[in-house]
């Protein structure tokens, strides 16, 4: 069987090269490659189990692969120092401590990362994702939604040029879900890679320069340029066809 | 070091320092804990409520206080401590936290030596309490020997906290987590145990610390083999 390809690039940031990656016998993501160069942005659609977060995880150097490899800039994940603070993760997890305030855990992760303004950084964040007001309130007693956002500020307070985001819109408002439409789209402006996993096509297609379905640990669509090619209700037609093809 | 920053804005960095990213691990976990003083609040009680137990379960006819006591202590330590270790990777699976950590730069060795640092806190904290209250209760003999005493009690704290980390965190991977700990780490404990016991039975018979520095030698040397040991093997305990 031929291997899935994603190659777009011309000047790649993130190359994953047959990556394939197995949980005892079973296959979550079978021999996957991709290119993508800087302000990319991929949105990866696909039926729960198809593989899209293996992929992610893989991308990110927090799994590895059991063949093939992940290279950010040059550099094999999850690599050195310098290399995993290109990166920033956010996932249907907030990732927090619900014990610290929301100020708390974002200055770790800034201090994490290194920043030498991490005050600063931290409060920029903050900002950015609009719940500076809730800076000093226990994550803990923050709704979903308010969770989400400082999720995200976290992942974001440094500046990232790889962010992997998996489900990010999972218990966002409209406010929320719009600061982080905006985030995503200053870091592509910026020259940040995005990989983007979401249920939502059109807020998928919105962003993405390059979209994908996964179906059983494979691409089983690749398209380029989806704002070119495709408006919404004929990719969810295609997104149902090659989904019920795969049942 | 400066690098491209969020929106175009410039980012300014700082050399990775294993010290101090431990330090700041640690610092977090003990916040946590003071917050929500779960962990602490059980060690502590139980370590009060085994006290109890054996001084009104002793018959002093039987036994003396001096023989009875070093067994108490170390079994106290050691039940009560298992307690905190299960906590220490808890936070961290509780919303994945454990993965913002994995995917920022600081190293795994760096996580492993913050959670360490952390859980040794920890263990001294339940010590300082439970110390003496056990001399209050089994009428043990305020005298010089207490600090040797104390020394063997860091000392066996840092093996305990190396070794306990690193199977916590192999533990925190499975469902049955805190069945699993006692199960993994307590084997591990004994190369520990087994001197630190005999070095306070010694000491509060009233023998000088020059007499248990045999004890002392190979509970350093358990330490520097444990904490290199669990500092190589934990980046393997993350893999899934």
């Known amino acids: 069987m031929c291997a899935a390809r994603l190659a777009v690039a011309e000047s790649p940031a993130l190359v994953a090269e047959r990556v394939t990656r197995k949980y005892g016998g079973r296959v979550a993501v079978k021999d996957v490659s991709l290119t993508l160069s800087a302000g990319d942005c991929l949105a990866l659609f696909g039926p729960n189990g198809a593989g899209k977060t293996t992929l992610l995880r893989m991308l990110g150097g927090l799994l590895k692969p059991n063949a093939g490899t992940v290279r950010l800039h040059g550099n094999e994940l999850p690599g050195e120092a310098e290399t995993r603070r290109l990166l920033g993760v956010i996932s249907h997890r907030s990732m927090l401590y619900d014990a610290l305030t929301v100020r708390e855990n974002v200055m770790f992760a800034a201090e994490c990362q290194g920043l030498r303004d991490a005050a600063s950084a931290t409060t920029r964040a903050l900002d950015m994702l609009l719940v500076l007001d809730r800076a000093d309130t226990p994550v803990r007693a923050l709704s979903r939604g308010l969770q989400q956002r400082v999720s995200i500020a976290r992942a974001l307070v440094h500046g990232p040029r790889l962010v992997l985001l998996d489900e990010p819109y999972t218990g966002l408002d409209e406010t929320g879900a719009r600061a982080l439409t905006d985030a995503l789209r200053a870091l592509k402006a910026s020259g940040a890679t995005v990989v983007l996993i979401t249920h939502n096509l059109s807020e998928g297609l919105a962003l993405a320069t390059h979209a994908t379905i996964m179906r059983a640990g494979t691409f089983a669509h690749e398209m380029p340029r989806p704002e070119a090619s495709y408006d919404v209700g004929e990719y969810a037609a295609l997104y149902r066809e090659i989904v019920a093809g795969g049942e | ?240």
């Not at chain 2, 003999?141 to 005493?149: H, I, Q």
Request: charged letters at 15%; one cysteine or more.
């Open chain 2, 1 to 240: 070091m400066r690098a491209h920053g969020r929106c175009g804005v410039s980012a300014s960095f700082r050399e990775p320092s294993f010290v101090a990213d431990a330090v700041r691990i640690a610092r977090k976990d003990l916040l946590i804990e003071f917050r929500t003083r779960s962990g602490f609040l059980s060690a502590t009680v139980f370590a009060m409520l085994s006290i109890a137990i054996f001084r009104f379960s002793w018959d002093p006819t039987a036994v003396t206080s001096i023989d009875l006591a070093p067994g108490i202590v170390w079994v106290i330590f050691t039940f009560a401590g298992l307690l905190g270790l299960n906590r220490s990777f808890g936070v961290e699976q509780a919303d994945r936290a454990l993965d913002a950590l994995l995917a920022s730069p600081v190293s795994r060795e760096a996580v492993f030596a913050g959670k360490a640092l952390g859980n040794l806190c920890f263990v001294l904290a339940v010590q300082v309490i439970a110390l003496p209250t056990l001399a209050l209760f089994f009428g043990l003999p305020v005298a010089p020997e207490w600090w040797g005493v104390g020394a063997i009690a860091l000392l066996a704290a840092v093996g305990f906290a190396a070794v306990g980390t690193l199977f916590a965190a192999i533990a925190s991977n499975t469902r049955l987590a805190e069945m699993l700990l006692p199960m993994l780490a307590l084997p591990f404990f004994v190369p520990v145990l087994i001197p630190a016991a005999q070095a306070t039975s010694k000491l509060l018979a009233g023998l000088p610390l020059t007499e248990v520095i045999a004890e002392l030698k190979i509970l350093a040397a358990f330490d520097i083999v444990f904490v290199a040991a669990c500092t190589l093997a934990f980046p393997f305990t993350l893999e899934e």
